[in-house]
T-cell receptor, first 110, second 114 residues
Framework: DQQVKQNSPSLSVQEGRISILNCDYT??????FLWYKKYPAEGPTFLIS?????DKNEDGRFTVFLNKSAKHLSLHIVPSQPGDSAVYFC?????????FGAGTRLTVKP | EPEVTQTPSHQVTQMGQEVILRCVPI?????FYWYRQILGQKVEFLVS????????KSEIFDDQFSVERPDGSNFTLKIRSTKLEDSAMYFC????????????FGSGTQLSVL
């Protein structure tokens, strides 16, 4: 099941710079997209979401962009902080389930 | 802040044994889910549950799996005859809305099948 793909398993950025995490999906029925953040030994926690009727949603340092024609979304974190170091999961929803990508491990270096 | 709680945090069992993983979703939530994450792999959807019945399930959720909401607060996942490949972190989640938008996850139960 590869409906949601995160092709970069890891990303390393310097503190204060921008982190860009990417996600692609194949199912055109998905109409809601979310990013979750996961620390070791904890469950995923919701970060930010976007409906398919929008192309951008911003919440503080976090912005999610959606390109429906390309079936692509991205999460921008500006400025990146060491506490942002975690695994980020992209998720997409169409009905009563939610599919997750494989995750990207973000490391923000001081 | 309300949270989803899961017990136990770790479960070790022998292959072929039955296990029950327990979850207490957030009290006013209506939709309940089980996900799992095998070490080093992606978070995988297992099942969603609403109005006392399964609303969606994945290909992973075969006849060995079942879910139940035995009372007004607990939501359980049962694996009847565990296999080695069932070893994973199992996450329970709940959401309030008619169509899920934001899930609240528990901290997971690490299941080890020996």
């Amino acid at each position: 099941d590869q409906q949601v793909k995160q092709n970069s398993p890891s990303l390393s950025v310097q503190e204060g710079r921008i982190s860009i995490l990417n996600c692609d999906y194949t199912n055109s029925m998905f109409d809601y997209f979310l990013w979750y953040k996961k620390y070791p030994a904890e469950g995923p926690t919701f970060l930010i979401s976007i409906s398919s009727i929008k192309d951008k949603n911003e919440d503080g340092r976090f912005t999610v962009f959606l390109n429906k024609s390309a079936k692509h979304l991205s999460l921008h974190i500006v400025p990146s902080q060491p506490g942002d170091s975690a695994v980020y999961f992209c998720a997409a929803s169409a009905s009563d389930d939610m599919r997750f990508g494989a995750g990207t491990r973000l490391t923000v270096k001081p | 802040e309300p949270e989803v709680t899961q017990t136990p945090s770790h479960q070790v069992t022998q292959m072929g044994q039955e296990v029950i993983l327990r979850c207490v979703p957030i009290s006013n939530h209506l939709y309940f889910y089980w996900y799992r994450q095998i070490l080093g792999q992606k978070v995988e959807f297992l099942v969603s549950f609403y109005n006392n019945e399964i609303s969606e399930k994945s290909e992973i959720f075969d006849d060995q799996f079942s879910v139940e909401r035995p009372d007004g607060s607990n939501f359980t996942l049962k694996i009847r005859s565990t296999k080695l490949e069932d070893s994973a972190m199992y996450f329970c989640a709940s959401s309030a809305l008619l169509k899920e938008e934001k899930l609240f996850f528990g901290s997971g139960t690490q299941l080890s099948v020996l």
